[in-house]
């Protein structure tokens, strides 16, 4: 497994931006897809969005499409999560994951996680 640190979280308004980064560790992290998760309070942990290992494929959630923009530098052992026009709904703790099987639209589909970063999105 890789082990992956989230930061960048933090607070902002609505219609702000907050880029999220997600360094990893212990492993080459050009052999994982990637992907960024979020999880409210009282609610499950949900795709964001995701990335192939070599950044070519991107895919989103259709809450975020348009607003936020995933990327990878593999030199850098680093994946980024862009999030433009916030909105209070996006308030959430976000995890980066790391998958060694390709990915995929579920947390089933990772195997790797980090601690997590807070995001609040005030009104």
């Known amino acids: 497994q890789v082990q992956l640190a989230e930061s960048g979280g933090g607070l902002v308004q609505a219609g702000g931006s907050l880029r999220l980064s997600c360094a990893a560790s212990?492993?080459?992290?050009?052999?994982?897809?990637m992907g960024w998760f979020r999880q409210a309070t009282g609610k499950e942990r949900e795709f964001v969005a995701g990335?192939?290992?070599?950044?070519?494929?991107?895919y989103y959630a259709a809450s975020v499409t348009g607003r936020f923009t995933i990327s990878r530098d593999n030199a850098k052992n680093t994946l980024y999560l862009r999030m433009n026009s916030l909105k209070p709904e996006d308030t959430a703790v976000y995890y980066c994951?790391?998958?060694?099987?390709?990915?995929?639209?579920?947390?089933?589909?990772?195997?790797?996680w980090g601690q997590g970063t807070q995001v609040t999105v005030s009104s």
């Open positions: 212990g492993r080459t992290v050009s052999n994982y897809a």
């Open positions: 990335i192939s290992w070599t950044g070519g494929y991107t």
């Open positions: 994951a790391g998958s060694a099987d390709g990915g995929g639209r579920t947390r089933y589909d990772y195997n790797s």
